[in-house]
Each structure stands twice: as C-alpha cells, then as structure tokens.
Nanobody, 129 residues
Framework: VQLVESGGGLVQNGGSLRLSCAAS????????IGWWRQAPGKEREGVSC????????SVRDSVKGRFSISSDNAKNTVFLQMNSLKSEDTAVYYC???????????????????????WGQGTQVTVPS
C-alpha cells in the first residue's frame, strides 16, 4: 500500500486548501482512510476519516464546519477540504489507511492512530498568525 499526499502549502488566515491522498494497493471497498495532523511540539491527532464499508465519516470537533472529507473511489483518492483556515491548523497533515474499518467506527477524536497500518509521508500546511 502506498499513500501519497499533496495539496499542502502556505495560505493566509481564512483561506482554503484541498489536500489529496492518492492510494495504491488499497481497496476502497472496505477499510478506512483518515487524515491526521501533527503540529510542532504536539502529538499527532485525528482530523477526519471515512469508512468505505458503510460510508460513515467523522470530523474532529475543532474543525467541524470548516473541514470536510470526500473520496473519488474511481481514482482511489481521498480529499480533505479545509476552509476558513486558522493559524492553529498549521501542521504536517498525513493520510493513513487500514483495511478493517475500525479506523473510522465513531468519532475520529477517540480513535488511536495505532488503528491505522499505512501512512503517507505527510504534507505541510502553514497558516501564519
């Protein structure tokens, strides 16, 4: 399984970015893909996830209403649309995949990153304060 993120960059406060996660060697019929982020000096946290077996999604409370997750199954790609970006959204954003669906069974806030088996290399998002 290979996951490749793209779409990060420098954006002004209030701006938007769309991150993409292109997955190869991973079926979109089952399992889950999640977006995680790690800010300097902080632990990695789950941002959003999508469960392919039942279609459920979850978005972290702190970004609810600003971030949304979607997928293009035909292109094996998952997107994270980020609007109204704030300085506290500055982080390296990772996509991760797992094959059972346990990675997105409820709120992403309560899911441990150990549920995910495959990780991308990350893409930097910077929102200057």
């Amino acid at each position: 399984v290979q996951l490749v993120e793209s779409g990060g960059g420098l954006v002004q406060n209030g701006g938007s970015l769309r991150l993409s996660c292109a997955a190869s060697g991973f079926t979109f019929d089952d399992g889950a893909i999640g977006w995680w982020r790690q800010a300097p000096g902080k632990e990695r946290e789950g941002v959003s996830c999508i469960n392919f077996s039942d279609g459920r999604t979850s978005v972290r409370d702190s970004v609810k209403g600003r971030f949304s997750i979607s997928s293009d199954n035909a292109k094996n790609t998952v997107f994270l649309q980020m609007n109204s970006l704030k300085s506290e959204d500055t982080a390296v954003y990772y996509c991760a995949a797992e094959a059972t669906g346990w990675g997105c069974t409820g709120r992403i806030d309560g899911i441990d990153e150990s549920e995910y088996d495959y990780w991308g290399q990350g893409t930097q998002v910077t929102v200057p304060s």
